[in-house]
């Protein structure tokens, strides 16, 4: 089966990431407490996108593996250093990504927001306040004026609630608050700032394509016979998976602790579906974690079976589970009514490339499942092109790249699972006989508690092929 015509075949990246030298943001500054990075890695050098350049050899790499698109974000430090100061050498910096990319043939589409923030912004209260709405609207407007001549396809806010989660309940990540009801106030502003900036888009660019990347995990109570973790599988479920995505469809965000909050504004605001999906998890009832919902995620599985070998890059992620990647799909496919969906997000920290090949092929085969049962899926985005820094993971731990980096030096090695992607994109279609050499055969697993009542999905029975 082929995919259809037009599929977008690419990788992301985000700016923080890949650019190195973002002295001006809430990551910068949370690099520099020791302990929080690991290793005490920081962004500084990153991939050499801002200071090399580097970006254009990745594109050339890139199309070279029959890339027909890039995801990537832009900085809003660097565009709006100080309040309201707008940095023309950052300007033309993007333009000239964007525009390496249009010169390969590459669709470009650029996120506003993933993850970090303007000093200055931080402290005016970031995400936690109202005020942030019109500041959000304001750099926005001056992206698509700025670069609209060069990209049409924008993400608003990648993944907010994993941000809100792991900025304001773990606290892993800056500002390190635990405050659940902060939380939800940074959820309510960023989805606010979503319908904002989806209008203020549309104005200054009236055939633009607008959407949010959503992050989700399909849960499964670790004991479907505990009424307990059925219920922190399914409090997480709702906050975690559907929140944003309920608001966005009913003009509401339903909290609890009298937090209800009216976003009518938001209804309408999508015109695709932007999905990150790596992984399932399990969740068990624990007492001791009220802040999560009571729930405990269980330690990762690898195609249902606990990982024993030390596999580094993986500790600590989720379950592999290309069945939950399908059925989400359907799930967005129903949520959406037909609207276009684009896997912004999906891959797997493997330096050794020894898992990605079968992730790869086996969750692309889900796509195509997807595909096949009605999904209107119109592209595919790896997370990532190449090696970066994984946010509090630092440089080493968790290596995403299709194209490893050595950093100290800035030498790229395309991965095996970055020729196999290559294959797939230049067919627009999976061969047989990579589902027979990579293809995992999928496991017999619970209905996430999402799809529950809404499908049936086929139980086989799992056994590694090949
Ligand atoms: O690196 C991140 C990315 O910034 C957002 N989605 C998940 C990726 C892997 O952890």
């Not at 070279?64 to 974000?73: E, F, G, K, P, V």
């Amino acid at each position: 089966m082929k995919f259809p015509d037009g599929f977008l075949w690419g990788a992301a990246t985000a700016a923080h990431q890949v650019e190195g030298g973002n002295f001006n943001n809430d990551w910068w500054d949370w690099e520099q407490i020791p302990g929080k990075i690991k290793n005490g890695d920081t962004s500084a050098g990153a991939c050499a996108w801002w200071k090399g350049e580097r970006y254009r050899a990745d594109f050339d790499l890139a199309r070279s593996l029959n890339h027909n698109a890039h995801r990537l974000s832009i900085e809003w430090s660097r565009i709006e250093p100080r309040e309201g100061e707008w940095n023309a050498d950052a300007i033309a910096f993007y333009r000239r990504v964007l525009g390496a990319l249009r010169e390969r043939g590459m669709t470009p589409l650029v996120t506003l927001h993933h993850f970090s923030n303007p000093r200055w912004l931080v402290a005016e209260g970031a995400w936690e306040t109202e005020a942030v709405l019109p500041l959000f609207e304001r750099f926005v407007t001056r992206a698509v004026q700025e670069l609209g001549d060069l990209c049409d396809f924008w993400i608003t806010i990648n993944e907010p609630n994993v941000y809100a989660f792991t900025a304001y309940i773990n606290g892993l990540w800056p500002p390190g608050k635990k405050d659940f009801r902060l939380a939800f106030r940074v959820l309510a502003n960023m989805v606010r700032a979503h319908a904002t900036a989806y209008h203020a888009i549309h104005r200054a660019q009236a055939h633009a394509r607008v959407g949010i990347a959503y992050h989700i995990r399909a849960l499964y109570p670790a004991n479907p016979r505990s009424a307990l973790d059925r219920f922190a599988t399914r409090a997480r479920d709702y906050f975690f998976n559907h929140l944003v995505a309920r608001a966005l469809q009913k003009g509401k965000l339903i909290f609890p602790l009298g937090l209800n909050t009216r976003v009518p504004e938001a209804i309408n605001t999508q015109d695709f579906l932007g999905l990150n999906y790596y992984f399932s998890s399990r969740i068990a009832f624990d007492l001791a974690r009220p802040a999560e919902l009571f729930g405990r995620q269980l330690p990762h599985q690898l195609w249902g079976v606990s990982f024993e070998k030390d596999l580094e890059s993986w500790f600590g992620t989720g379950d592999i589970d290309p069945q939950g990647f399908y059925g989400t799909l359907m799930w967005l496919a129903r949520y959406g009514n037909g609207i276009p969906i684009y896997v912004t997000e999906n891959g797997i920290g493997d330096a050794r490339d020894e898992i990605r090949p079968s992730y790869l092929v086996t969750y692309l085969a889900a796509l195509q499942r997807a595909l096949r049962d009605g999904a209107n899926v119109r592209g595919y985005f790896h997370w990532s092109l190449v090696d970066n820094f994984e946010w509090i993971e630092g440089l080493n731990f968790l290596r995403f790249g299709l194209i490893a980096n050595d950093f100290a030096t800035q030498t790229r090695t395309p991965r095996a699972s970055a020729h196999l992607l290559a294959q797939i994109a230049r067919a627009n279609a999976i061969a047989d006989e990579l589902i027979e050499k990579y293809g995992y055969k999928d496991r017999s697993r619970p209905t996430p508690t999402h799809h529950r009542n809404r499908q049936t999905i086929a139980s086989k029975k799992f056994r590694r092929r090949g």
